[in-house]
């Protein structure tokens, strides 16, 4: 399980435990963090005292979460966040996928049997037409995009060429991969390769403390950007292999 942090101590204190409950499917959690100011290393310590817990070496999530992807030690990575609004209940489910031939256990809050508590109705016609570009792109079936709680066989991640942890950081802005991008990312190029992708049905809760850190336009924007970039990312490739 790799559990990107920023200022989420009052969260772990709940999220951990929920997740160290699901064994033996889970015997690995690593916290991966962005320099909380709240004491989010120091809760999760005494919270779960077997936790990993690592520092990220640059800035953004996706930073962090291939921190903690290069860190883990088991077959299957769970990528879950830390506001509470992920069930971990549900894990099995996703590893299940995944020991049943899918190479990419894809979350979906939008297939039967998965729903929200949290998102509103522009942020789910957003995530609709978000879903239409990216199948039109990538000949993918996916009915919620905008969701970050996957799993996927942990021997894949050299197929998914993240920026490597050990770069240096740019004196102005991110590598590409680095921010809240990532999720889409992930999407896009598990998609390019060819890999099996199962969507899970799952359940959005809202999140326990804390804000947000949505922007609906904003994150929408940068999305179909995303997107974009990745699908000209992979024609590229594709007009390589051919020469």
């Given at each position: 399980m790799?559990?990107?942090t920023?200022n989420?101590?009052?969260?772990l204190e709940?999220v951990l435990?929920?997740?160290?409950a699901?064994?033996?499917?889970?015997?690995e959690i690593?916290?991966v963090?962005g320099?909380?100011?709240?004491g989010?290393?120091?809760?999760?310590k005494?919270v779960?005292?077997?936790?990993?817990v690592?520092?990220q070496?640059?800035k953004?999530?996706?930073?962090?979460m291939a921190?903690?992807?290069?860190a883990a030690?088991?077959d299957v990575i769970v990528m879950?966040?830390a506001d509470?609004?992920?069930d971990?209940?549900?894990?099995?489910?996703?590893?299940?996928?995944?020991?049943?031939?899918?190479?990419?256990a894809k979350g979906?809050?939008?297939t039967p049997?998965?729903?929200?508590d949290?998102i509103?109705?522009?942020?789910?016609?957003g995530?609709?037409g978000?879903?239409?570009?990216?199948n039109?792109?990538?000949?993918?079936?996916?009915?919620?995009?905008?969701?970050?709680?996957?799993?996927?066989?942990a021997d894949?991640?050299p197929?998914?060429?993240l920026?490597?942890?050990?770069?240096?950081?740019p004196?102005d802005g991110m590598?590409?991969?680095d921010?809240?991008?990532?999720?889409?990312?992930?999407n896009?190029?598990?998609a390019?390769?060819?890999l099996k992708i199962?969507e899970?049905?799952?359940?959005?809760r809202?999140?326990?403390?804390?804000?947000?850190?949505?922007?609906?336009?904003?994150?929408g924007?940068r999305?179909?950007r995303t997107l974009?970039?990745?699908?000209?990312?992979?024609?590229r490739r594709?007009s390589?292999?051919?020469f």
């Open positions: 790799v559990v990107p920023r989420e101590a009052r969260n709940i435990p929920a997740i160290a699901v064994r033996p499917t889970v015997h690593i916290v963090d320099n909380s100011t709240d989010t290393v120091e809760t999760a005494r779960l005292p077997w936790v990993r690592i520092t070496t640059r953004g999530k996706g930073n962090a921190c903690g992807f290069a030690t088991g879950f966040d509470g609004s992920a971990p209940s549900e894990i099995p489910a996703f590893v299940s996928a995944l020991v049943a031939g899918a190479d990419f979906s809050r939008f049997g998965g729903g929200s949290d509103t109705l522009l942020r789910k016609s995530n609709a978000l879903n239409g570009v990216v039109a792109l990538f000949g993918t079936s996916y009915t919620d995009l905008c969701y970050g709680y996957n799993a996927f066989w894949l991640l197929l998914l060429e920026p490597p942890i050990d770069a240096p950081a004196t590598l590409w991969g921010g809240f991008e990532i999720e889409t990312v992930l896009c190029r598990v390019a390769a060819g199962t899970v049905p799952s359940i959005e809202q999140r326990v403390f804390g804000d947000t850190n949505l922007r609906t336009f904003a994150d924007a999305v179909l974009l970039a990745e699908h000209r990312r992979a024609d594709k390589a292999r051919r």
